[in-house]
């Protein structure tokens, strides 16, 4: 068992969140990057060529949940995403699902990265 999965199952109450098994290595992902404090997989039912995610490791429900360092660095490594998938320059769109309104329906914070196409605007 590695620390990653112990820390998880460890935490009590989190580990029937979708996004924290992907981290502890329960359920696969296809992984594009990885920091000390972030993951970024792919999309199950990507909506652009580029639809990736990025999450914290750590549990946390919303973006407004979200410690202000640790937002920088899913902002960081979103980017990190962008070039790497060779859509910095052409553009790309980060969105964070918030809440029913919001769109949100996996309530672990994750920022997408969408990129690849023209995307419109405004969203639905
Ligand atoms: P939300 O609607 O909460 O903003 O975004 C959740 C996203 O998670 C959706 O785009 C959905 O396709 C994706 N998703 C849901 N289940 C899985 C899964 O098991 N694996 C991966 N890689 N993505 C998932
Ligand atoms: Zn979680």
Redesign the pocket.
């Known amino acids: 068992m590695n620390d990653r999965v112990h820390r998880y199952q460890y935490d009590a109450g989190v580990t029937d969140c979708?996004f924290c098994r992907?981290v502890a290595g329960e359920?696969p992902?296809?992984l594009v990057t990885e920091t000390d404090t972030t993951l970024a997989?792919?999309?199950?039912?990507p909506?652009a060529p580029t639809?990736v995610?990025v999450i914290p490791k750590e549990h946390h429900t919303a973006i407004g949940d979200v410690d202000p360092v640790l937002a920088g660095q899913i902002l960081a490594t979103a980017h990190q995403v962008a070039k790497a998938e060779g859509i910095d320059e052409s553009g790309y769109r980060l969105?964070f699902?918030t809440g029913k309104d919001g769109?949100?329906?996996?309530f672990h914070v994750?920022c997408?990265v969408l990129g690849g196409r023209g995307l419109t605007w405004p969203p639905g």
């Open positions: 979708l992907i359920i992902a296809t997989f792919r999309d199950i039912d909506k639809h995610l969105v699902n769109g949100q329906t996996v994750h997408h």
